[in-house]
Structures are given as C-alpha cells and as structure tokens.
C-alpha cells in the first residue's frame, strides 16, 4: 500500500489522477478546506450589520505577523488544491488571491478594511469547485455539494 506522500507526488506528476484517490478522500479534503475558507473568511458576523469577517480579518489587526501567519494558513487551502489534481493554473490563480490579500492586507487600516471586503479564502473554494464539477470525471463524481455559495 502507497502512503499518502507517494500518491501525491503521483497526482503532481501526472502518473495517478484524483480520481485515484481512495474513495471519500476527495469529500473528506474538500469539506476541509470549505470549513477552514469559511473559518478564514467568514466566522463572525458583526452585531447589527450584515457585515461578516473571519479570522483573517482579526489577524490582520496584527501588524505584519499577523497577515503572514494567515498567508500560512491559507496556502493550506492551496497545498490541498494541488494534491487533490488541480491544474498548474488554477493553483497560480489561487496563490496570486492569497497574494493579493496578503500584500493589501499589510496596509495599515487599509488592509485591515480590504480583509473584511475580500474573501480570497472562499474565492479560491470557489474555484476549485467550479473546476471539480467541470471535470467530474477526473474528480470521479459529477459535483460537489456546498451549503453555501460565494460570488466571484
């Protein structure tokens, strides 16, 4: 039996598919993902508002070390993604979000506004599951289902 690294590094090179995976390991990574998105991106609502922020809002408020512990963070979301067969592009669109909510979210005042406004945690689940249900076979099932939807 392969371990878990053996079968990623067959997926990222291209000599196992997703689809390869054992069965339920899919789901079980992609609900991982969407909670820790949601977790990031969405927690707390504000009392009276129909603003709502996560924990990358809150980290922000710490400057420097907080944006880059929820870059960490968030490039799990992205690790996940390439393990699970995501294209070399959809993973570049992916960092380039994180990167841009990194990058802008290091600005005084204004990035700890930017972090509220974009949710780049739950663009990027957004994307990898419109990809999965564009490529079901690949994925071996025809979608995912969400409890949730994010407008991109």
Not at 40 to 47: E, F, N, T
Not at 88 to 113: C, H, K
Not at 126 to 144: S, V
Request: no cysteine; glycine share 8%; proline share 4%.
């Amino acid at each position: 039996m392969s371990s878990v690294f053996e079968r990623m590094r067959q997926v990222r090179n291209g000599s196992a598919s997703a689809s390869s995976l054992p069965p339920g390991e899919f789901e079980d990574s992609f609900a991982r993902v969407e909670m820790l998105a949601k977790a990031l991106d969405s927690a707390i609502r504000i009392p009276g508002t129909n603003v709502v922020m996560g924990i990358d809002a809150v980290l922000g408020l710490v400057p420097v070390i907080g944006d880059a512990i929820s870059a960490m963070i968030a490039s799990y979301i992205i690790w996940e993604a390439r393990r699970l067969g995501a294209p070399r592009w959809l993973i570049a669109r992916m960092a380039m979000n994180t990167t841009l909510d990194t990058i802008v979210g290091s600005i005084p005042v204004v990035g700890d506004v930017f972090d509220v406004a974009y949710k780049s945690n739950l663009k990027n689940v957004a994307l990898l599951k419109r990809h999965a249900e564009k490529n079901g076979a690949r994925y071996g099932r025809r979608t995912i289902e969400t409890t949730y939807s994010v407008v991109g």
